[in-house]
């Protein structure tokens, strides 16, 4: 008797042991965890999705670390500052009222450039047959910037007329800066003198791609030389 009321203790301990293991396992896998991942470009004014992988969870708020808020699921944001952000995703189960929360940083680089300008430091005082650009009077300079094959800006209308051949120092401000559609493929920029309606080619700039910038710290004015380096421009920028 004694025997068997120890086995049976022993089997009630085993079924307990057991039961309780399994009552764990089942918690910790139904566990309410908050969980998220991040997809897009991390710069201003680029979308960027969050994902919500997070489980028995059926209320969520999400804290992106510039003072705004999101309720949904899955927001969409867009950054217009540049700087670290902690962004927070608090979820809750409201059955049991379990919650958790995931905090992620965040560092948003510059995703725009405006260009407010152009500057000619220098341009050669000849042509290649080594003759002056302008027989009788002064050169006349204008500018055309390419992105790719494309003019994106035509500076026909910014001409000079008789520039003052012992300063070769030119600045156009723009009327309203031009926003760079494109910052990953290469710029030029063509500068022309122009005279009786027809237009011959000083030369061009070595190209310039304004990604590879974006994530330094950011100048005012970009220098690009010509090949030769007879051609120095200045592109007078703003990063947004
Ligand atoms: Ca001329
Ligand atoms: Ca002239």
């Not at 997070?54 to 804290?63: E, G, I, M, T, V």
Request: glycine content about 6%; proline content about 3%.
């Amino acid at each position: 008797m004694k025997n068997s009321i120890k086995v049976l203790n022993l089997i009630i301990l085993l079924f307990l042991t057991t039961s309780c293991d399994n009552d764990n396992i089942v918690e910790q896998e139904e566990f309410t965890s908050a969980e998220f991942t991040i997809t897009g470009e991390l710069k201003t004014y680029s979308t960027i999705k969050f994902e919500n992988s997070s489980k028995l969870a059926n209320k969520f708020l999400w804290d992106f670390g510039d003072g705004m808020y999101s309720r949904e699921r899955e927001p969409e944001k867009i950054y217009t500052q540049k700087g670290f952000y902690d962004i927070s995703l608090d979820v809750t189960d409201t059955t049991t009222g379990i919650r958790d929360i995931r905090i992620k940083s965040v560092m948003i680089e510059y995703g725009r450039v405006y260009m407010r300008g152009i500057g000619i430091e220098d341009f050669p005082d000849t042509n290649m047959l080594g003759q002056k650009w302008d027989t009788d009077s002064d050169p006349d300079l204008y500018f055309e910037l390419f992105m790719e094959n494309i003019r994106v800006v035509d500076g026909i209308n910014y001409i000079i007329n008789d520039l003052n051949p012992e300063s070769h120092y030119v600045y156009w401000s723009f009327a309203s800066p031009y926003l760079l559609p494109d910052l990953n493929k290469p710029y030029l920029l063509k500068l022309f003198d122009r005279d009786d309606g027809e237009s011959e080619s000083i030369g061009y700039t070595n190209t310039v791609q304004f990604s590879e910038l974006t994530s330094d710290v950011p100048h005012d004015t970009i220098e690009v030389k010509s090949a030769d380096g007879k051609i120095v421009v200045n592109y007078f920028v703003e990063w947004e």
